[in-house]
T-cell receptor, first 116, second 116 residues
Framework: AQKITQTQPGMFVQEKEAVTLDCTYD???????LFWYKQPSSGEMIFLIY??????QNATEGRYSLNFQKARKSANLVISASQLGDSAMYFC?????????????FGTGTQLKVEL | GAVVSQHPSWVICKSGTSVKIECRSL??????MFWYRQFPKQSLMLMAT?????????EQGVEKDKFLINHASLTLSTLTVTSAHPEDSSFYIC????????????FGPGTRLTVT
């Protein structure tokens, strides 16, 4: 069974600083995908970034980058130049790609607060 | 593009009644939709996978007779919570995958259900 672990229930960062949100995963599958989603207090899930298990380069999307260390089974999210609007809950998720699977398994999330 | 709506955004119902939540893909066709449940300050838990024109696949521990899912068209899936009880109060989120598209799931804004 797949498992996602986010060990930081809460994080604080000062505006304009960079922050790393940790995510480790456990799977026996060779083919999988890793996602990060942002959930503001309004509740909607906003897709941030995706990393496939066979991607050799770390994914980047604007201020978001994913530090993918396959041997360590970690997929940490790095947010550069934090903004007040980045304050939200962040979830790491994994999708099983074998057998055409579509299911996402989510971690418990990290509440990020950006301070002035 | 790839917008998913949910209706209603919030609902209060009395214990013992049923409530229907709609999930619509507004600008794309979705063969597959997913229903998640999220308790306060917790992660999203997949309840079921809804496939157009066929029966939904429920996750272990989810009562299919209590949470009725109908995916009657390529743009609409409904979740009906039957004989609701206070413990069913939760945030219900749907997501949709573009037919023939890639891995990404597009999430709706969620429906907050309160059973009194």
């Amino acid at each position: 069974a797949q498992k996602i672990t986010q060990t930081q229930p809460g994080m604080f960062v000062q505006e304009k600083e960079a922050v790393t949100l940790d995510c480790t995963y456990d799977t026996s599958d060779q083919s999988y995908g890793l996602f990060w989603y942002k959930q503001p207090s309004s509740g909607e899930m906003i897709f941030l970034i995706y990393q496939g298990s066979y991607d050799e380069q770390n994914a980047t999307e604007g201020r978001y980058s994913l530090n993918f260390q396959k041997a360590r089974k970690s997929a940490n999210l790095v947010i550069s130049a934090s903004q007040l609007g980045d304050s939200a809950m962040y979830f790491c998720a994994m999708r099983d790609l074998t057998g055409g699977g579509n299911k996402l398994t989510f971690g418990t999330g990290t509440q990020l607060k950006v301070e002035l | 593009g790839a917008v998913v709506s949910q209706h209603p955004s919030w609902v209060i119902c009395k214990s013992g009644t049923s409530v229907k939540i709609e999930c619509r893909s507004l600008d794309f066709q979705a063969t597959t939709m997913f229903w998640y449940r999220q308790f306060p300050k917790q992660s999203l838990m997949l309840m079921a996978t809804s496939n157009e024109g066929s029966k939904a696949t429920y996750e272990q521990g989810v009562e299919k007779d209590k949470f009725l899912i109908n995916h009657a068209s390529l743009t609409l899936s409904t979740l009906t919570v039957t004989s609701a009880h206070p413990e069913d109060s939760s945030f219900y989120i749907c997501s949709a995958r573009i037919s023939g598209g890639s891995y990404e799931q597009y999430f709706g804004p969620g429906t907050r259900l309160t059973v009194t």
